[in-house]
């Protein structure tokens, strides 16, 4: 029978380090990792990386899952784990580490990881599939979109929308009340000062576009 207690990490690389040490602090049991076929038989931190996407199914009944691949300009490979998951019948966990606070006015979607000393405020939603990344706060009745990556530090401040598939950068700000369209790439240390309605790669202070998507 499956236990909700009891997690298989699909990607077995640095977010994974971070993840194992949330999990830990929120108590579930870790059985173990899938990830490439070359790493199959080695461990992280003392876990064994127990297979590839292809043994996914071997847990179904044993495990949620939670989907450990960080994810910088491109949330594709995220995505599809989530989707392939999905289709075995696989379901996530939603884990939220003992040092953040989540209000209890807030929602969080499944298979989104809130990290260490992260910040989830009153009357704000987070999508499916999110990583809210150590120390970043999620201000009042933001609404954050299905698998975007909050990093480190970043600051959502209150009434901001963001898209799916975003990525904001280690200490960026988005002052209140603005949008970020899906897709979207902000660099580490951007001030987003307007809503953001084209396709791209932001940087600076104003952010303004670099690379367009
Ligand atoms: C946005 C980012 C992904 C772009 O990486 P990249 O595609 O390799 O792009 P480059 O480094 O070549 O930079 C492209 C342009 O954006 C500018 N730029 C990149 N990062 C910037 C930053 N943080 N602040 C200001 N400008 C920045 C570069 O100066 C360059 O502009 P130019 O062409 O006028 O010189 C990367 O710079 C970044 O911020 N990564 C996020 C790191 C982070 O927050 N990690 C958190 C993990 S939890």
């Given at each position: 029978m499956r236990d909700p207690n009891n997690i298989v990490l699909v990607g077995g690389g640095g977010h994974c380090k971070s993840v194992i040490d949330v999990a830990e602090s929120a108590g579930y049991t870790i059985l173990g990792i899938l990830d490439m076929?070359?790493?199959?038989g080695s461990s992280v931190l003392g876990y064994p990386v127990v297979g590839t996407d292809e043994d996914l199914v071997k847990y179904v009944d044993k495990a949620l899952f939670i989907v450990t691949v960080g994810h910088i300009k491109d949330a594709y490979l995220r995505i599809r784990l989530h989707e392939h998951i999905q289709s075995v019948g696989g379901r996530l966990a939603t884990i939220v580490a003992s040092t953040a606070h989540v209000s209890r006015y807030a929602s969080i979607g499944e298979g989104s990881v809130v990290l260490h000393n992260a910040m989830v405020n009153a009357n704000a939603h987070i999508g499916k599939g999110c990583i809210i990344n150590t120390f970043a706060n999620i201000e009042h009745d933001a609404v954050i979109g299905d698998f975007c990556h909050i990093s480190t530090g970043a600051m959502v401040n209150g009434n901001c929308t963001v898209g799916q598939g975003v990525f904001l950068g280690s200490q960026s700000v988005m002052v209140n009340g603005i949008g970020i369209m899906d897709s979207c790439v902000i660099a580490a240390g951007s001030v987003v000062r307007k809503n953001i309605v084209k396709k791209g790669i932001y940087s600076g202070n104003p952010a303004l576009l670099k690379i367009k998507l």
């Open positions: 076929p070359e790493y199959v």
